[in-house]
């Protein structure tokens, strides 16, 4: 099937789904049902399309770069990148460019905190699990401190954190590469603004999540992170790629596309 009519249904399937996880679920099943090369090319126009500022291309490529940032398609997104590079699918490879690097060792996650009991002891994992689904805001607050990122997941799904709560840990210097991917993983939060220009902006973020989540950026954005001296080079360099693909807004000299 032609990769224009494959990418027409897949967009127009997505955008039917009213809800984001609704939304990335069926971009996976269509990522593990369909052959590579027709996904691949399928998403290659998706690609170009959104870097041309086309809105229900744009929209459907935030449920694609979800889909991509989930653990379960890691092997799928290498295929793709190897998919990309033999056939020149430019588009897709600057979604797809930077293969998964596991945590280096420094960045391991230690099993316990520094978070105390008051029992003299430091709280074990399932412990700060369980607190951090409590609606305790002091409690809340020394957990966004916490390494691990199975406490950083509960917490991102607890009602009473805010998107400021949010900013600031995917702001934070040093940053943990594994926290900041749960993060762009959560799509409660991902799609904010400010927080995806904080986990992009943040050189802890693994490159393969930033250069996928620069792709969902609008013009002014890409350049603020492109001219970025704190924003690893290699991140930089795929949102210049990006800037010159994308149309100036009419009546905003050098303005972003909404």
């Known amino acids: 099937m032609d990769p224009y009519v494959r990418a027409d249904a897949l967009v127009r399937t997505t955008l039917s789904l009213a809800d984001a996880a609704l939304r990335v679920s069926y971009v996976v099943d269509v990522a593990r049902t369909w052959e590579t090369e027709t996904f691949a090319r399928a998403l290659d126009v998706v690609c170009e399309r959104a870097e041309q500022a086309e809105a229900s291309s744009r929209e459907a490529l935030v449920a694609v770069v979800d889909a991509l940032n989930t653990e379960s398609l890691r092997e799928t997104v290498q295929r793709l990148r190897e998919q990309a590079v033999g056939d020149s699918l430019l588009a897709l490879e600057r979604l797809v460019r930077f293969a998964f690097r596991p945590a280096r060792v420094r960045e391991s996650v230690r099993p316990e905190s520094s978070?105390?009991?008051?029992?003299?002891?430091?709280?074990?994992?399932?412990?700060?699990?369980?607190?951090?689904?409590?609606?305790?805001?002091?409690?809340?607050?020394?957990?966004?401190?916490?390494?691990?990122?199975?406490?950083?997941?509960?917490?991102?799904?607890?009602?009473?954190?805010?998107?400021?709560?949010?900013?600031?840990?995917?702001?934070?210097?040093?940053?943990?590469?594994?926290?900041?991917?749960?993060?762009?993983?959560?799509?409660?939060?991902?799609?904010?603004?400010?927080?995806?220009?904080?986990?992009?902006?943040?050189?802890?973020?693994?490159?393969?999540?930033?250069?996928?989540?620069?792709?969902?950026?609008?013009?002014?954005?890409?350049?603020?992170?492109?001219?970025?001296?704190?924003?690893?080079?290699?991140?930089?360099?795929?949102?210049?790629?990006?800037?010159?693909?994308?149309?100036?807004?009419?009546?905003h000299e050098g303005g972003g596309v909404h």
């Open 115 to 251: 978070f105390d009991s008051g029992q003299g002891r430091a709280l074990t994992l399932g412990e700060r699990k369980a607190l951090a689904r409590r609606p305790d805001r002091e409690t809340m607050e020394r957990l966004l401190a916490d390494p691990h990122p199975d406490v950083i997941r509960h917490l991102l799904h607890n009602a009473r954190i805010t998107e400021d709560d949010v900013v600031r840990l995917a702001a934070k210097r040093p940053g943990r590469g594994e926290v900041l991917a749960e993060i762009a993983r959560s799509t409660k939060w991902s799609h904010r603004p400010r927080i995806r220009m904080a986990v992009v902006m943040n050189p802890a973020t693994p490159p393969e999540i930033a250069a996928r989540i620069a792709g969902l950026l609008l013009r002014p954005e890409l350049d603020i992170v492109a001219h970025s001296p704190g924003v690893p080079a290699s991140i930089r360099a795929v949102c210049l790629e990006h800037l010159q693909r994308r149309p100036p807004s009419v009546g």
